[in-house]
Every structure is written in structure tokens, then in C-alpha cells.
């Protein structure tokens, strides 16, 4: 997360050129490259105040909700014609070359690294990526934030599987 900071598209290819330039001198794969977005992968000119995004962020910061009222609303924006992730399309056109999309029907990808990448005692090692930048706009704060309970919809715990989340908020934000 974090990998721009005002999340517009010529830092996503600056970023880009950098990563790859890692992943060269560390004769990486593209595989092995994770990315998650992060507040500022957010391109906050489009959460203007009193437009259509900043009004759903506000509705989802609603304090008068429970918790659980709030995911069910979140829910239904996302399934709404109206593109809530707006603000993330140049993170989404980024981390699509990742195989990290977050989309509004898979808010968290999953990947399981492949069978020449097992741990020593057969495990398999499955990364999870999670969202914390749905609600990020110019009024961020720890209690503005939001994960879904369906961001882990494909979280289980099979034997044989290691999972790791990758997440660039804390979960208790």
C-alpha cells in the first residue's frame, strides 16, 4: 500500500518502472510481487466534497449504524451501478498486471503460490489482500476506515494452508 502518493496515474507507472527494476535485480517473478492499496493510492481529486463518492463515504461513516448495518450498506454500493471504487481506478488498472485486482464483486484477491513454492513440510502458502482504502478520502482517520467481513468470504482454514493477510492498515482500524 502506499505505492503513490496522490494515486494518480503517472506515479502508478513511475512505480511500476521501480518495482520491475526490483524484481529484475532480485531475478524475481512477477508472481512473487504482492500489492495492496494503500490511502494514498486513492486519487482524492475524485472524492470531492458533496460529490456522489463523498456522500456514500459519509452514509458508511454513519456512527448512528451499527457496524453491521454499515457492511450491509457498503455491500449494496457496491453492487450499485454508480462505480464506488472511482477513486481507486488507476490502483486497479495497476494492480491488475499483479494479479491483485480489488473489483466492487472481489473487494480482496487471493493467490496461492503454486506447487514449486511449498513449505518444507508440503504446506501450501495462500496470501489474502485486503481493501482498508474503500473509504479513504481527505477526512481519513483510523475511525474512517472500513474492512469488510466479506473482504475474507474466501478465507479458510484447510489443512495444508498457511494464510497470510496482507493488509496496508491494521485490522483494528
Known amino acids: 500500500g502506499d505505492i503513490t502518493y496522490h494515486g494518480r496515474a503517472e506515479e502508478f507507472t513511475r512505480a511500476k518502472a521501480w518495482l520491475e527494476d526490483v524484481r529484475s535485480a532480485t531475478t524475481s517473478s512477477p508472481e512473487a510481487l504482492f500489492v495492496v492499496p494503500g490511502n494514498h493510492d486513492v486519487n482524492q481529486a475524485k472524492v470531492e466534497k458533496d460529490s456522489m463518492l463523498w456522500d456514500a463515504h459519509q452514509s458508511l461513516r454513519d456512527k448512528d449504524l451499527s457496524l453491521e448495518d454499515r457492511l450491509k450498506n457498503l455491500e449494496k454500493k457496491l453492487h450499485d451501478s454508480f462505480d464506488f471504487l ?80 496482507l493488509c496496508h492498515h491494521p485490522y483494528g482500524w
Open 86 to 165: 472511482t477513486a481507486l481506478a488507476e490502483y486497479r488498472a495497476f494492480a491488475t498486471e499483479y494479479a491483485c485486482l480489488t473489483s466492487p464483486t472481489e473487494l480482496a484477491w487471493v493467490q496461492v503460490l503454486d506447487s514449486d513454492n511449498l513449505l518444507e513440510d508440503g504446506t501450501a502458502v495462500r496470501f489474502h489482500g485486503l481493501n482498508s482504502a474503500l473509504l479513504s478520502d481527505r477526512e481519513d482517520s483510523k475511525a474512517n476506515l472500513m474492512l469488510s467481513d466479506f473482504q475474507f468470504s474466501r478465507f479458510d482454514s484447510k489443512p495444508n494452508y498457511v494464510n497470510v493477510v
